[in-house]
């Protein structure tokens, strides 16, 4: 079991750099993740890392998020410069489990729809304002 709980969310302006941070409580060894939603909308997959340290990144947030992970805090990270008030969105950590066999490379993990990710926090809110 591996819980889950996000923090750093806030209001800031376009332009500007934010911090999510994702404690989790039970080390995940697999792929982990970030994901987004907003009201109405589809969650989104946003950066990936997997055990061996490599990542993916949708998109969209390509040169602007950077994701990380520091295995002696059990902590995932999401760096986000330049945001743009199309980033505004709820924003969930997301973990894969032991019994999840699609979860030990990114390539793959990155390609998962949500639905099949196993443990989530309970979600950090950014908001962007132009």
């Known amino acids: 079991q591996v819980h889950l709980e996000e923090s750093g969310g806030d209001s800031v302006q376009a332009g500007g750099s934010l911090r999510l941070s994702c404690v989790a409580s039970?080390?995940?060894?697999?792929?982990m993740g970030w994901f987004r939603q907003a009201p109405g909308k589809e969650r989104e997959g946003v950066a990936f890392?997997?055990?061996?340290?490599?990542?993916r990144y949708a998109d969209s947030v390509k040169g602007r998020f950077t994701i990380s992970k520091d295995n002696a805090k059990n902590t995932l990270y999401l760096q986000m410069n330049s945001l743009k008030p199309e980033d505004t969105d709820m924003y969930y950590c997301?973990?894969?489990?032991?019994?999840?066999?699609?979860?030990?490379?990114?390539?793959?993990?990155?390609?998962?729809?949500?639905?099949?990710?196993?443990?989530w926090g309970q979600g950090t809110q950014v908001t962007v304002s132009s």
């Open positions: 997301a973990a894969a489990g032991q019994l999840d066999l699609w979860a030990r490379k990114v390539d793959v993990c990155a390609n998962v729809n949500y639905a099949a990710w196993r443990y």
């Open positions: 039970g080390y995940s060894r697999y792929c």
């Open positions: 890392i997997d055990s061996a340290g490599s990542t």
